[in-house]
């Protein structure tokens, strides 16, 4: 990502990071919108987000976005809008970890995850 201030480098995931199978790292943030280095090996619990919407680009790996009626897949340089309200959940299926840049609208507080039952 290139800021005025310059790139911003892909984090350097720390060996707990890694060994938990899902990090984020929180780039920048406005009132209007925040941004997150993600990485992922494994997959992520089916959730919605129902107050905000999310554009995930693809940097390295690849992964299937699944919802409900369907799945996408994704490969490095692929981007992904998902409305707000939709379930969803992502799994790496790359032979190395996904690692993505989201950008979430509102900001992303953290706390709008709600778990698919």
């Not at 310059?6 to 943030?29: D, F, I, N, T, V």
């Not at 494994?42 to 905000?52: A, I, L, S």
Request: net charge negative; no cysteine.
């Amino acid at each position: 990502m290139v800021t005025p201030e310059g790139a911003q480098p892909l984090p350097e995931w720390s060996a707990q990071e890694r060994a938990a199978g899902l990090a984020a790292r929180h780039g920048q943030r406005s009132e209007a919108i925040s941004t997150h280095f993600l990485y992922l090996a494994g997959r992520e619990k089916p959730h919605y987000h129902d107050r905000h919407d999310l554009n995930v680009h693809l940097l390295r790996g690849a992964g299937t976005v699944h919802f409900r009626e369907r799945a996408v897949t994704l490969e490095a340089g692929d981007t992904l809008f998902i409305p707000r309200g939709t379930f969803h959940w992502v799994e790496s299926t790359g032979d190395e970890p996904l690692q993505a840049y989201a950008t979430y609208s509102p900001a992303f507080d953290g706390q709008d995850r709600r778990l698919a039952e």
